[in-house]
């Protein structure tokens, strides 16, 4: 079995509350959702086509227990789910970064899953499926990309309507280029949300790298 890879490198994990580790990423080509803040638009296309056996052997050369699978949106393509299952039954500790639009129900339970709920400046919020929250287990994340106010309150009323913040690490991500980090964080001073302020700890460090950041 085949899937179209984009990249594959070791780096800092940049996101969530593993943010500051050592990672291989598997960074899969092709999504479903065009939203206007995506930073990796070059893995929209293009790609190698590359067996499973192939990206296990070139995963294992990083030698680095903790990878994560991200996109593109990883899900997109089928070989998606047997790709994680060898890699978790080859020892590593996976992670996903899934869109969340397409049906995660198929996921490992084993996988640590990175859910994002598209803002409104996303453009692309009305394909958020909140029925993939069932799928997600208290070792699993949700994160909003913040870029302005009606953005922020978007994500605090999907937090309430869903008890978000009860369930699960509840992430708020500024937006690296538009939003202003200090106003998104008293904002969340302000309103005692239970959240855990999410920078791109990756851009910081290589601000000017397109790829394997």
């Not at 580790?21 to 598997?26: E, G, L, N, S």
């Not at 998606?80 to 890699?87: A, D, K, Q, S």
């Not at 397409?102 to 499926?129: A, Q």
Request: charged residues 30%; contains cysteine.
């Amino acid at each position: 079995m085949e899937l179209t890879v984009s990249e594959i490198f070791k780096s800092i994990q940049g996101e969530s509350s593993h943010a500051g580790r050592i990672c291989t990423f598997i960074r899969l080509a092709g999504c479903n959702l065009r939203c206007d803040f995506c930073d990796t638009r070059y893995a929209l296309k293009g790609g190698k086509k590359m067996s499973i056996e192939e990206i296990i052997r070139h995963v294992k050369g990083l030698r680095c227990n903790l990878v994560e699978v991200t996109g593109g949106e990883p899900l997109l393509q089928k070989g998606t789910i047997y790709l994680i299952r060898r890699l978790l039954k080859d020892g590593f500790e996976v992670m996903l970064e899934t869109n969340g639009s397409l049906d995660m129900s198929r996921v490992p339970r084993d996988v640590i899953k990175i859910m994002d709920i598209k803002t409104p400046s996303s453009k692309m919020h009305k394909m958020n499926n909140f029925d993939n929250i069932k799928f997600l287990s208290k070792r699993d994340e949700i994160k909003f990309v913040i870029t302005d106010k009606a953005d922020y309150n978007y994500a605090k009323k999907v937090i309430k309507k869903y008890r978000l913040d009860k369930r699960f690490c509840v992430l708020i991500s500024p937006e690296s280029k538009k939003a202003r980090l200090r106003q998104v964080a008293e904002w969340c001073i302000k309103d005692d949300l239970n959240i855990r302020f999410n920078l791109q700890l990756h851009r910081i460090i290589w601000p000017n790298r397109k790829r394997g950041v």
